[in-house]
């Protein structure tokens, strides 16, 4: 029982072409999240919603949307890809209670190249 | 904007002994500092979090410190194994606020 699972996990794409990763959490977070890690390994946070409420967005392409339907689930559509797009996605998800500090449980990341 | 330094270099160390890791972080003091684990291909996972005003926590062979005068935690596997080696990202967030940084992770090799 997979807690965050995003799909799929690897992708092979064209430049110019528009692709989609989906997530879903079965832990009953509040808050969701998007983060890349580039070839240096850096994570770095794209975007969070909390209660399908957009509330972080990082300075991230237009060409990248995300969307929740509903709280357990997190879709990253991504437009028109360029070769620096390629990196593995994380999906991951928190609890709501920022006091006890916002632990975070990733899936296991999308690996994405654009050639 | 914040700032976390891990040494990015790899840390080998001989099976049994005590691997340190460290965390720095420049600007504001965190209310918490997280440490994860990521294995190649694979997403982190959480290990330890440690509040501002807690000196010490521990999990097992795991012990974290943070030292806000430093503006510096230590992660600590004692006798450690091989099974351990892995990059360990050090997190941290602000008080009030949702965000959590991420530094850059170091990778830590146990030698058998």
């Known amino acids: 029982d997979t807690a965050v699972s995003q799909t799929p996990k690897y992708l092979v794409t064209q430049m110019g072409n528009d692709k989609s990763i989906k997530c879903e959490q079965n832990?009953?977070?509040?808050?969701m999240y998007w983060y890349k890690q580039d070839s240096k390994k850096f994570l770095k946070i794209m975007f969070s919603?909390?209660?399908?409420?957009?509330?972080i967005n990082e300075t991230v392409p237009n060409r990248f949307s995300p969307k929740s339907p509903d709280k357990a689930h997190l879709n990253l559509h991504i437009n028109s890809l360029e070769l620096g797009d390629s990196a593995v996605y994380f999906c991951a998800s928190s609890p709501r209670q920022a006091t006890s500090g916002n632990t975070i449980y990733f899936g296991e990341g999308s690996w994405l190249t654009v050639v | 904007s914040q700032k976390i330094e891990q040494n990015s270099e790899a840390l080998n160390i001989q099976e049994g002994k005590t691997a340190t890791l460290t965390c720095n972080y420049t600007n504001y003091s965190p209310a918490y500092l997280q440490w994860y684990r990521q294995d190649p291909g694979r997403g982190p996972v959480f290990l330890l979090l440690i509040r501002e005003n807690e000196k010490e926590k521990r999990k097992e062979r795991l012990k974290v410190t943070f030292d806000t005068t430093l503006k510096q935690s230590l992660f600590h596997i004692t006798a450690s194994q091989p099974a351990d080696s892995a990059t360990y990202l050090c997190a941290l967030s602000l008080r009030g606020y949702q965000k959590v940084t991420f530094g850059i992770g170091t990778k830590l090799q146990v030698i058998p």
């Open positions: 919603y909390n209660n399908k409420e957009l509330i």
């Open positions: 832990l009953g977070h509040d808050t």
